[in-house]
């Protein structure tokens, strides 16, 4: 049997699924998170810069360097663990360390990125966090905790993963700049599986964070939105009734189409990535499989109260931006209907009164035409009667010849006249 060949992306593509595994985690087990993003053009930025970032990194803890163009990596870096992955928009690091401080959410995690690396970021941070894995203890202990840690007012709080464990965070900064999440890990819960529930809860956060930028471009774009708005129907509306020529209108709604579809292309990409981060972040809260806690709000509540208004104000103004576009497009057609309509109209008055002027033209032909026979018949009189001037020896007289040769002779001219224009036409 001849050899089968392979296409040259099987496995890449094949190894693909298997890029990023979950991270292998025991408690108890600090965890500090950290998601960096350029403020402009982030999806087509200088990913390199990301590599020399990590790379300097791991020189400061002697660690080897990934692959060339790895988009991940994992390894040791002094006393952690640290997992890196980059993404379309931003770049994640992810530290474990074994053990938790006595302090609970102690600043002091976060020095596992030294702010001086932290300063030669290609980006900004978009979020961090600070994970607290602990083994469950009873149930007053974990509301004693989760009242001394987080604000009772947006706690979400949910048993996860058949009970494996219970997770906990408010989604609110801390003085120190991070988010806050506690795992309060089942006895006899696998390392896999709280692997899982750290990285869930990172990537519900950053994708939470991700997909609220889109909320901020649509807080930039309402008023401007608005303005447009009202002008696109002063102008439908002085279609309509005003007396305003079309001809002077057409510039200024091809204007206002213009500027909605510029807003419309500039905010495409936010739009789209908006609704791909929502999605994920309902993926991963699904993929949680909740349950409720004593009766507390679990994360799908929270998102569904403090985070869904947002996305759906953001699908809202997409839609809003998009009907209204196609209204200015619309508009515009109409409006351009309208100019060619009047235009027309223009046309066959000025075609009309071209016939008429060139009615006039003719019949002042016919008249030049009639004096052009009596002039010319004059002097061709007037050279017969020289040339027939011998017949007076006859006895006839110049008078007599002159009346005889008239009528000839304008005859001729006529009919020269008119052979002459018929040529012509």
């Not at 006595?102 to 970021?121: G, I, K, S, T």
């Not at 200015?328 to 008429?356: F, K, P």
Request: proline share 5%; hydrophobic share 40%; charged share 25%.
């Amino acid at each position: 049997m001849p050899p089968i060949h392979d296409h040259p992306l099987r496995y890449a593509l094949a190894n693909e699924l298997h890029a990023r595994p979950f991270p292998i985690s025991t408690a108890p087990c600090s965890v500090v998170f950290l998601a960096i993003k350029q403020t402009a053009e982030a999806a087509g930025r200088d990913r390199s810069q990301d590599r020399e970032h990590l790379l300097n990194l791991l020189d400061r803890h002697g660690a080897p360097h990934p692959q060339p163009e790895a988009t991940h990596y994992a390894g040791q870096i002094g006393r952690h663990w640290l997992k890196w992955e980059q993404h379309t928009e931003f770049v994640t690091y992810t530290a474990f360390s074994e053990g938790v401080s006595e302090r609970a959410f102690n600043p002091a995690d976060f020095e596992v990125f030294p702010a001086e690396w932290l300063d030669q970021a290609p980006g900004q941070r978009i979020t961090s966090s600070l994970l607290r894995v602990v083994h469950r203890p009873d149930q007053g202990t974990i509301k004693a905790n989760m009242s001394d840690w987080f604000v009772p007012e947006s706690l979400a709080v949910s048993r996860v993963l058949d009970d494996a464990a219970v997770a906990a965070g408010d989604f609110r900064i801390d003085p120190a700049g991070h988010m806050r999440f506690a795992v309060f890990v089942t006895e006899g819960t696998g390392q896999r599986r709280i692997g899982r529930i750290i990285q869930r809860l990172c990537e519900i956060e950053t994708y939470k964070a991700m997909s609220m930028l889109g909320f901020a471009r649509v807080k930039q774009l309402n008023p401007k939105l608005g303005a447009l708005d009202a002008r696109v129907t002063e102008l439908m509306n002085e279609m309509t009734d005003g007396p305003a020529p079309a001809d002077e209108m057409l510039p200024q709604l091809l204007s206002t189409s213009t500027e909605l579809e510029t807003m419309a292309a500039r905010s495409s990409f936010r739009f789209g990535a908006t609704g791909a981060y929502e999605a994920i972040v309902n993926q991963r809260i699904f993929s949680l499989r909740e349950e409720r806690f004593e009766g507390r709000q679990t994360f799908a509540d929270f998102m569904m109260r403090r985070y869904e208004p947002a996305m759906r104000t953001v699908n809202s103004t997409e839609t809003r931006l998009r009907m209204l576009s196609d209204r200015a497009i619309r508009a515009g057609e109409l409006l351009r209907t309208r100019v060619d309509v009047e235009r027309s109209a223009q046309n066959q008055a000025l075609l009309e009164s071209m016939d008429r002027r060139a009615d006039m033209a003719l019949r002042m032909q016919h008249t030049v035409e009639g004096l052009s026979v009596v002039a010319i018949s004059y002097y061709a009189v007037s050279l017969a009667g020289y040339l027939l001037y011998p017949l007076t020896a006859l006895g006839i007289s110049k008078g007599m010849l002159t009346a005889l040769v008239t009528l000839p002779v304008v005859g001729l001219v006529w009919l020269g006249i008119r052979q002459i224009r018929k040529r012509l036409e």
